[in-house]
T-cell receptor
Framework: DAGVTQSPTHLIKTRGQQVTLRCSPK?????VSWYQQALGQGPQFIFQ???????QRGNFPDRFSGHQFPNYSSELNVNALLLGDSALYLC????????????FGQGTRLTVV | AQKVTQAQTEISVVEKEDVTLDCVYE???????LFWYKQPPSGELVFLIR??????QNEISGRYSWNFQKSTSSFNFTITASQVVDSAVYFC??????????????FGQGTILTVHP
């Protein structure tokens, strides 16, 4: 049984570009949350998706958007990249009715130059 | 607003020493969950424990133990007889148990634990 998988593992982008990160939840899980972890900091909640809708959102600008597909996988999109967007992006999956029992992926390391 | 504070930025111990990681939290919610996660160099957050705010019973699991004190808003984590494989970053986290932010985790800054042979 595969856990939460994220792709790509590492990514380098230039300021102003756009990026898409992908997450496949653990088998059976229907809820996906995204977190941003800057170097030396704790993860910060970006948003959560369930039934293809954004259910919660953290304090992040509209440049950060997401999508959930019918198979429960999810994408995180960031537009107009800034140097400060460089971070580890973590995806967590769970069942909607047990959302505190979340499993995390290994993350995507995004570097903006 | 919720807040989690891990005052210890880094801890260094020698193998077999006991080590306690401190966590203090703030929340206006009457019901909430507290968590500890471990983050090895691979980056994945590994779940260690979840406690409900109603359950102040302390727990021991192998070499790990947790001390939850609601009166002082603390949820400390102790590793007994530490091993080199325990070296990682440890995060304390908090979530509402219900309401619009249910499931949204608020993390502390993390404590880097290094266990030397």
């Amino acid at each position: 049984d595969a856990g939460v998988t994220q792709s790509p593992t590492h990514l380098i982008k230039t300021r102003g570009q756009q990026v898409t990160l992908r997450c496949s939840p653990k088998s059976g899980h229907d809820t996906v949350s995204w977190y941003q972890q800057a170097l030396g900091q704790g993860p910060q909640f970006i948003f959560q998706y369930y039934e293809e809708e954004e259910r919660q959102r953290g304090n992040f600008p509209d440049r950060f958007s997401g999508h959930q597909f019918p198979n429960y996988s999810s994408e995180l999109n960031v537009n107009a990249l800034l140097l400060g967007d460089s971070a580890l992006y973590l995806c967590a999956s769970s069942f909607w009715d047990r959302v505190t029992e979340a499993f995390f992926g290994q993350g995507t390391r995004l570097t903006v130059v | 607003a919720q807040k989690v504070t891990q005052a210890q930025t880094e801890i260094s111990v020698v193998e077999k020493e006991d080590v306690t990681l401190d966590c203090v939290y703030e929340t206006r919610d009457t019901t909430y969950y507290l968590f500890w996660y471990k983050q090895p160099p691979s980056g994945e957050l590994v779940f260690l424990i979840r406690r409900n705010s109603f359950d102040e019973q302390n727990e021991i699991s192998g070499r790990y133990s947790w001390n939850f004190q609601k009166s002082t808003s603390s949820f400390n984590f102790t590793i007994t007889a530490s091993q080199v494989v325990d070296s990682a970053v440890y995060f304390c986290a908090l979530s509402e148990a219900r309401g619009t932010s249910y499931g949204k985790l608020t993390f502390g800054q993390g404590t880097i634990l290094t266990v030397h042979p």
